[in-house]
Antibody, heavy 122, light 111 residues
């Protein structure tokens, strides 16, 4: 079945780095744009980043621009989020989500992973 | 920056109908599609409406979405409320800078 599984979360000190992964299965990963969305404890959803199906375009929320990098390996059906210079305010559950549109981006999410928790604390 | 504003909470009785609003801060909310997501406690979000008023397969037709350009708002309407509908609901769109935008979320209580 169509599935997204995140991994790589954990506890990290402020200023350090972490890389999240999102393994896709059950669909043609290379045909879909992908997003990262996060949710701080007890808070709402916040869009983080998007990458086009072929990696040709990437956009970031202002809160992470310059610190986070979204990438993908279509040969491995895997999405990544490299997070550098982490701050306490980056503490959240990070979800990967598939965009609805094939070979484009509709900015609508139809499939979500179960999330991976990132805690930034000394 | 474009923002989406939702009521913090709504409540209604089982069997009744409830509408959750989502108001755009600027421009026309009708310019870009609006989606709605349901999130139950401890679970990942799921899509209940996409492209303003489309339901994914498996979502009951008790859920409907609409756009009101005069008030620059989108709405999610749930009819025949069930206790299982109790959840947080988020509207979502995007802005002209290619940033995804979520509303702050609305906690629906079915009592």
């Amino acid at each position: 079945q169509v599935q997204l599984v995140e991994s790589g979360g954990g506890v990290v000190q402020p200023g350090r780095s972490l890389r999240l992964s999102c393994a896709a299965s059950g669909f043609t990963f290379s045909s879909y744009g992908m997003h990262w969305v996060r949710q701080a404890p007890g808070k709402g959803l916040e869009w983080v980043a998007v990458i086009w199906y072929d990696g040709s375009n990437k956009y970031y929320a202002d809160s992470v621009k310059g610190r986070f990098t979204i990438s993908r390996d279509n040969s491995k059906n895997t999405l990544y989020l490299q997070m550098n210079s982490l701050r306490a305010e980056d503490t959240a559950v990070y979800y990967c989500a598939r965009d609805l549109r094939v070979f484009g981006v509709l900015w609508a999410f139809d499939i979500w992973g179960q999330g991976t928790m990132v805690t930034v604390s000394s | 920056n474009f923002m989406l504003t939702q009521p913090h909470s709504v409540s209604e009785s089982p069997g009744k109908t409830v509408t959750i609003s989502c108001t755009g801060s600027s421009g026309s909310i009708a310019s870009n599609y609006v989606q709605w997501y349901q999130q139950r406690p401890g679970s990942a979000p799921t899509t209940v409406i996409y492209e303003d008023n489309q339901r994914p397969s498996g979502v009951p037709d008790r859920f409907s979405g609409s756009i009101d350009s005069s008030s620059n708002s989108a709405s999610l309407t749930i009819s025949g409320l069930k206790t299982e509908d109790e959840a947080d609901y988020y509207c979502q769109s995007y802005d002209s800078s290619n940033h995804g935008v979520f509303g702050g979320g609305t906690k629906l209580t079915v009592l």
